[in-house]
């Protein structure tokens, strides 16, 4: 199971990443370095492989939210370097919630508990439909409005199936 983290802040710097000896992958990842509002900074590893929410661009001065696994080996070096797993450009309008679901749709922190509707969308990461409960599952969830309460509950407008 992964262990979701994140990382919200400013980007500060994009540039090309090579990951092996021969130039590899070059042009295919990059480095983001991001950093809040305490003067924190990370470097996130985007990889082809890297899941923008709603396939959006990211530039440098945009606020993003990046999410890792926080049981991934990573380097011993300042700043940290985590494979960035998911990346959200933050929008007012929306909020975006990256956690493991269980069989009551209540995330693994208790911090938000999902009420589908019939118009929620629920997609896999390629945009495809998932047609299964999604359940116990890793799940990327994109909502507006919550209740007051613990766990606070949604009906969300998208979810995402992460497989």
């Not at 890792?68 to 929008?91: C, E, G, H, S, T």
């Not at 019939?118 to 799940?139: D, E, H, S, W």
Request: glycine content about 6%; aromatic content about 12%; proline content about 6%.
């Amino acid at each position: 199971m992964v262990n979701f983290r994140s990382f919200q802040g400013t980007v500060t710097m994009i540039n090309d990443f090579v990951i092996g000896q021969n130039g590899e992958g070059e042009d295919c990842y990059s480095l983001m370095s991001v950093a809040n509002r305490n003067g924190d900074v990370v470097n996130f590893v985007i990889s082809p492989t890297t899941f923008f929410v709603d396939h959006v661009m990211v530039a440098v001065g945009d606020q993003i939210t990046g999410y890792y696994d926080a049981n991934a080996p990573v380097p011993l070096i300042f700043p940290p370097q985590y494979r960035a797993l998911i990346m959200v450009k933050d929008n007012y309008y929306q909020n975006v919630k990256v956690d493991y679901f269980n069989n009551q749709l209540e995330s693994s922190d208790g911090q938000l508990k999902l009420n589908i509707s019939p118009y929620t969308q629920i997609l896999l990461t390629n945009g495809q439909a998932f047609t299964r409960n999604p359940a116990n599952r890793n799940l990327i969830v994109i909502y507006g409005p919550t209740t007051r309460s613990i766990p606070a509950q949604t009906t969300p407008n998208k979810i995402i199936v992460w497989c």
